[in-house]
């Protein structure tokens, strides 16, 4: 079992550009969630993808979004880049939206 | 804002348990209490979670006091490999998990 799998592993983008991160869920798994975790802080949540449709949303203007695809696995989308934008971006599957999270390892975003 | 509180930092000598404490008095009937741990520069790792009774798994303990307003993580031997960020976290079935700060642990030799 691969586990959760993300790409690409480091990115580099510039302000204003768009960018698309992607995650392969964890075998048997159907709920996706995202996190945002920015140096020297915990992760904070973005949004959680099940059954194709956005479920939960953190607090994250509309700059961000998603996609569900029908084999679970999912892409995060942010459009007009911000320096502030720069973090680790993790992905998290689980067997149903309320069971145990794992994590894939992340995907580092710098936006200069 | 997370509803959980704990230490920013402890210490723990290699091969002895290490106790994570973590407060979480506004917990309500239906959440549970999650400990994750993130080693630097790595994604959360799953350790263990409970709703009110006491929990053993093949990386740690949880206990949860009766009144469920605090909870302590146990590591039976720390290792160095054991050192990492733990995070406490209270969540209900929606699955949004709310990171607070964590207690980095030190293990030493």
């Known amino acids: 079992d691969a586990g959760v799998t993300q790409s690409p592993t480091h990115l580099i983008k510039t302000r204003g550009q768009q960018v698309t991160l992607r995650c392969s869920p964890k075998s048997g798994h159907d709920t996706v969630s995202w996190y945002q975790q920015a140096l020297g802080q915990g992760p904070q949540f973005i949004f959680q993808y099940y059954e194709e449709e956005e479920r939960q949303r953190g607090n994250f203007p509309d700059r961000f979004s998603g996609h569900q695809f029908p084999n679970y696995s999912s892409e995060l989308n942010v459009n007009a880049l911000l320096l502030g934008d720069s973090a680790l971006y993790l992905c998290a599957s689980s067997l149903w939206q309320g069971s145990e999270q794992y994590f894939g390892p992340g995907t580092r975003l710098t936006v200069t | 804002d997370a509803k959980t509180t704990q230490p920013p930092s402890m210490d723990c000598a290699e091969g002895r348990a290490a106790n994570l404490p973590c407060n979480h008095s506004?917990?309500?009937?239906?959440?549970?209490v999650y400990w994750y741990r993130q080693i630097h520069s790595q994604g959360p790792q799953y350790i263990i979670h409970?709703?009110?009774n006491n929990e053993t798994n093949e990386m740690a303990s949880l206990i949860i006091t009766e009144d469920r307003k605090s909870s302590t993580l146990i590591l039976p031997h720390a290792t160095l490999r054991d050192t990492a960020v733990y995070y406490c976290?209270?969540?209900?079935?929606?699955?949004?998990?709310?990171f607070g700060q964590g207690t980095t642990l030190q293990v030493k030799p």
């Open positions: 409970g709703l009110k």
């Open positions: 506004t917990i309500s009937g239906n959440e549970y």
């Open positions: 976290i209270v969540a209900g079935n929606t699955g949004k998990l709310i």
